[in-house]
């Protein structure tokens, strides 16, 4: 049995995790690394809630859990800098994808590790850190978490893998974990309902065509959940919950096939919610003006342009970052150019609850990544900004209501996207090598143009 303090620290009312056997398993494996004054390492392909884990065992015992995405661009002074940090406070640490470091600064990150948990270990109040004395909080706890088997990374040193303890994390429980958050959104038919749904993502997984962009994980299948949750506290109370089931359902997902993966997806749909007919999604002003604004910027009136407008802004509704993805010329920049002004003029007219749109356009392959994100002159130690951490902290500041939108335009790589990672996931947060954490309030959304993935 591990011991572990609480720490009375209020995190704020947000939702927690879906206990299943693999979450506590992991509960068990970290808070006895705790007990052992090890680290822990939970690790498995993404999507399967490494991050979020930690950060719910956090929230579990009152702790303050600080995430940071790591990049190759990490030092060892910077890693310091975080460690001394949390060292003192008695703050955790989520290190995510934490074998991007290169293998030199690894294994000095080993040793700034295994100097803190001598001194927790030893139950000292102060001890020398980096060739500082600093104080010593011994609630601090260290985790990282890493996928292993993708490109470009590099593997751990022995001196670090003895300090963490690793937990495999494969495959989530999607029945449960589907069952329990409908049952949380106040569905009633919960378990039925789940099972249908569970269904649908193993049928579409297998029969659908092997598109790149296809995502079928948990991180869609939740954002679908929480979407048919929104629909049924704005819908009545004697609202069909299968029709709200069935309109998230496709909402969420028809606007990322290909058109061949149209009809067996609707067919799918159809088989599973057998004589429940779909509502119209409405939004017939904002149709119009998309019109307007195509005719005015002498376009052709094409159905299928005015469906894209609607279905990019019922998608930024409901995410944070959207990718809109297809060949040169097939209207992507009109797309979203569209419903930019289609928005402006319903603002200007009152109509409804819309707002307007500024756009930022990046072209992120233009520049290098210390250009784009930062970096510091070796020499000085001086921070230098980039130009997408100078644009995103101006553009969260800002107080304003209208949306702001980040667009990058150009193709998107492992080396520059990967620094977005806790952008993108749940935790909406830009964060620099200088240590710097920029959060992206609800007004922000990021819009990527690329031809694939």
Known sequence: ?????????????????????????????????????????????????????????GKGIAKYVIVFNCSDGLDYQSMGRMFSGLAQTGAWSCFDEFNRIEVEVLSVVAQQILSILTAIAQLKEHFVFEGQDIPLNKTCGIFVTMNPGYAGRSE???????????????????????????????????????????????????????????????????????????????????????????????????????????????????????????????????????????????????????????QLYETQNTRHGVMVVGITGSGKTVTWKTLQGALKRLKDESVGEYESVRSYLINPKAITMDELYGTYNLATREWHDGILSYIMRTVCQMETKESKWIVFDGPVDTLWIESMNTVLDDNKMLTLNSGERISLPPSVGLLFEVQDL
């Open 1 to 57: 049995h591990a011991v572990v303090r609480y720490d009375y620290e209020y995190i704020g009312n947000s939702g927690r995790l879906v206990v299943t056997p693999l979450t506590d398993r992991c509960y068990m494996t970290l808070t006895t690394a705790l007990q052992l004054h090890r680290g822990g390492l939970p690790q498995g392909p993404a999507g399967t809630g490494k991050t979020e884990t930690v950060k719910d065992l």
């Open 156 to 310: 751990l040193p022995d001196n670090l893998k003895a300090l963490l303890r690793p937990v495999s994390m494969m495959v989530p429980d999607f029945s449960l974990i589907c069952e329990i958050i409908l049952l949380s959104q106040g569905f009633q038919d919960s378990e039925n309902f789940a099972r249908k749904i569970v269904m649908l993502y193993e049928l579409m997984d297998k029969q659908l065509s092997k598109v790149d962009h296809y995502d079928f994980s948990l991180r869609n299948l939740k954002a679908v959940l929480v979407q048919a949750g929104n629909l049924k506290k704005e819908a009545k109370e004697d609202a069909n919950e299968e029709a709200l089931l069935l309109k998230a359902c496709s909402s969420m997902n028809l606007p990322k096939f290909v058109r061949d993966d149209v009809p067996l997806f609707l067919g799918m749909l159809g088989d599973l919610f057998p004589g429940v007919e779909q509502e119209d999604a409405g939004l017939v002003e904002l149709r119009k003006k998309a019109t307007e604004e195509l005719a005015e910027t002498k376009m052709q009136l094409l159905p299928h342009s005015v469906e894209k407008v609607v």
